[in-house]
Nanobody, 119 residues
Framework: QVQLVESGGGLVQPGDSLRLSCAAS????????MAWFRQAPGKEREFVAR????????AYANSVKGRFTMSRDNAKNTVYLQMNSLKLEDTATYYC????????????WGQGTQVTVSS
């Protein structure tokens, strides 16, 4: 069993930066593929970024490519999402997810952290 706890959300202005963290518990969590998703009010949850267990592969949604960077520190069982040049449309609840193999559905989810970009 893996538990995920996100933190780092908040209220920022357009153009600002924010770093989200997701702390994972469970002795094998460092071997899991990890991802960030987000869900804006009235919209479906959407993929934001993912990272391999070995930290050598990342993928991003086109809407965040070049602005967001996902990383992980397996010694701390933590993944991060560095968000730069934030836009109004980045406002959403951001969720961390984990998958043991990276194939199929994401098995574990955090409770989410709110990011609000407002002028």
């Amino acid at each position: 069993q893996v538990q995920l706890v996100e933190s780092g959300g908040g209220l920022v202005q357009p153009g600002d930066s924010l770093r989200l963290s997701c702390a994972a518990s469970g002795r094998t969590s460092s071997t899991y593929v990890m991802a960030w998703f987000r869900q804006a009010p009235g919209k479906e949850r959407e993929f934001v970024a993912r990272i391999s267990a070995t930290n050598d592969y990342t993928a991003y949604a086109n809407s965040v490519k070049g602005r967001f960077t996902m990383s992980r520190d397996n010694a701390k069982n933590t993944v991060y999402l560095q968000m730069n040049s934030l836009k109004l449309e980045d406002t959403a609840t951001y969720y961390c997810a984990a998958n043991p193999t990276g194939i199929g559905s994401w098995q574990y989810w955090g409770q989410g952290t709110q990011v609000t970009v407002s002028s």
